[in-house]
């Protein structure tokens, strides 16, 4: 990661567990970062219209949005910006339902440390750099297997069984 400051909005109605947040981050965090806390999603997402932002903590319990409808909003307004879901709902296939719309982690309040916290938001952010770093070789790729030159491009599994060919081939 560079060295410029991390930008980390929590959205959560709870102001007493904001500060608990906060007081995580001051211990885990051991790059730079800043902090900004919305009590409400409509807060929220105007401050990603208007600010640069790494990563979103986000509740599901809000009193102008509830459940993956929180999230769904959110993820809809700043695709290209990582969400972790902090709930106190210890719900597996939420959790699971969560992640398959895009959340990069679900943590259950009261039942992580700071460490992880942590862990989770520089993993976050590298993750999701990694994926856009793909995204584009991937669109790379597909224009050259797409391509209508003459060179001979195909793709086989482990036993050789093609499973792509371009044109040329």
Request: cysteine-free.
């Amino acid at each position: 990661m560079d060295e410029r400051p991390i930008h980390i909005l929590l959205v959560e109605d709870n102001s007493g567990y904001a500060g608990v947040i906060q007081e995580m981050l001051a211990r885990a965090m051991d790059i730079p970062y800043k902090f900004k806390h919305a009590e409400r999603l409509s807060t929220g997402l105007q401050h990603l219209e208007t600010n640069g932002t790494d990563v979103v903590l986000l509740d599901l319990g809000l009193p102008d949005s509830t459940g993956l409808d929180t999230f769904a909003r959110v993820y809809d307004h700043t695709p290209k910006v990582p969400i972790i879901v902090l709930t106190v709902n210890h719900n597996d296939a939420l959790a699971v339902e969560a992640i398959k719309s895009g959340a990069q982690d679900y943590l259950v309040k009261g039942q992580f440390e700071s460490q992880v916290l942590g862990r989770a938001i520089r993993f976050a952010i590298e993750r999701n750099r990694v994926e856009e770093t793909f995204k584009g070789e991937n669109v790379f790729l597909r224009y050259i297997l797409d391509s209508p030159s003459p060179l001979s491009v195909m793709y086989t599994d482990t036993e050789r069984n093609i499973l792509y060919w371009n044109k040329g081939a």
